[in-house]
């Protein structure tokens, strides 16, 4: 006892004060962290919409070029002569399906409507920003072409249904493979 009286009080611990004033700078820090976290999601919706848009948009004016869908056209039926470098036939039928799929972007690359290096080889397509890939493609539910993105978060892809349509995953322009109840990543088709 006679030890702890010999002790200056700046010696004995932290005060209340100080530990308070640790505990917020904690706090701003963890918050700081989850607000981090938020803009770059969305970050990642905004580009996957601004990307999705462009890529309708490449879409429609390769049509108003040639008078059929890029992947979709017939080297022998286009209106106007199709891109130097194009091999690919496709059935012209209005739908891009099988082969067609991958043959898009080649077609818009040929046409010097995008840039990139597709190839026209099954998976050369475009990258989404949370990691899937982006393509065009007959989706049977809604009997329509639409912009196909795999890999998006449960809660992205209920984000995205409920801003640009009404929310529920099986109906409307937005679907998605599963109900977002279940938190496993999503196809999402979107109707062109």
Request: proline share 3%; hydrophobic share 40%.
């Amino acid at each position: 006892m006679e030890r702890l009286r010999n002790f200056r009080k700046s010696e004995l611990g932290f005060t209340l004060v100080e530990l308070a004033l640790v505990l917020v700078i904690i706090g701003l820090l963890i918050t700081g962290v989850l607000k981090g976290e938020a803009l770059i999601e969305n970050a990642k919706v905004k580009k996957l919409v601004n990307q999705k848009e462009s890529l309708v948009a490449a879409f429609y004016t390769f049509y108003d070029r040639f008078g059929q869908y890029p992947g979709d056209e017939n080297l022998g039926t286009a209106l106007a002569p199709i891109p130097t470098g194009d091999t690919h036939n496709g059935n012209v039928n209005g739908q891009i399906a099988g082969n067609e799929t991958w043959w898009v972007f080649q077609d818009l690359v040929l046409a010097q409507i995008i840039n990139g290096n597709y190839t026209g080889a099954a998976n050369s397509c475009p990258n989404n920003p949370f990691g899937g890939t982006m393509i065009i493609q007959q989706y049977g539910a809604l009997n329509a072409n639409c912009v196909v993105n795999d890999a998006i978060p449960a809660d992205v892809a209920q984000q995205l249904d409920s801003k640009y349509d009404d929310g529920v995953w099986n109906t409307g322009s937005i679907r998605a493979n599963t109900a977002y109840t279940a938190q496993t990543a999503k196809t999402v088709y979107w109707r062109m």
